[in-house]
């Protein structure tokens, strides 16, 4: 009897510790919340006041490959956009089209140059790429230009803070 009480008084003390240990070695569950690759922030002014933010009548933007081809984003009448940046590549070339919907569309072409660096985030999330070194450039053979100025303001696009490029127009 006291044999059979103590082997059961064990039994119970062994699933106790076996609960508790296996509790502490589970891990938390991790979601990623910590940010990814920063997209390119564009934000829009007035030209003639350029303190005045000025929205863009039916834009259209185009995001083009390696080979000429592009990938078209949403069709939006905005004063800032969000652009992903190709991180496989050095550079993305992006076409904004005003007007989009009308037979008197105007597209005009900038150039993003810039050196890639991937970053470790954490184990959910992985690796980010931010970019370095960034350089813009427009089409310069293009006489009914749209985008009147390009204003870089920053050479690292290591997160989606502020405004990483303010077009005049």
């Given amino acids: 009897m006291f044999r059979d009480q103590m082997r059961k008084n064990i039994t119970i003390l062994f699933l106790i510790i076996?609960?508790?240990?296996?509790?502490?070695?589970?891990?938390?569950?991790?979601?990623?919340?910590?940010?990814?690759?920063?997209?390119?922030?564009?934000?829009?002014?007035?030209?003639?006041?350029?303190?005045?933010?000025?929205?863009?009548?039916?834009?259209?933007?185009?995001?083009?490959?390696?080979?000429?081809?592009?990938?078209?984003?949403?069709?939006?009448?905005?004063?800032?956009?969000?652009?992903?940046?190709?991180?496989?590549?050095?550079?993305?070339t992006i076409v904004l089209t005003t007007d989009s919907d009308t037979d008197s569309f105007n597209r005009d072409t900038i150039r993003l140059n810039y050196e890639t660096e991937e970053v470790f985030v954490g184990r959910s999330c992985g690796y980010k790429s931010i970019f370095n070194n960034v350089t813009i450039s427009r089409d310069f053979n293009d006489s009914d230009k749209w985008i009147k100025s390009l204003l870089l303001s920053q050479t690292e696009i290591e997160d989606e803070t502020e405004a990483h490029v303010t077009i005049l127009h």
């Fill in 18 to 92: 076996s609960t508790i240990i296996m509790l502490n070695s589970c891990e938390r569950d991790e979601i990623c919340i910590d940010p990814i690759t920063p997209n390119l922030i564009v934000v829009f002014y007035d030209f003639d006041d350029s303190e005045s933010e000025k929205s863009v009548n039916n834009l259209a933007i185009e995001i083009m490959d390696i080979n000429g081809i592009g990938k078209s984003l949403d069709t939006i009448g905005t004063d800032s956009i969000a652009i992903p940046l190709n991180v496989y590549d050095n550079q993305t």
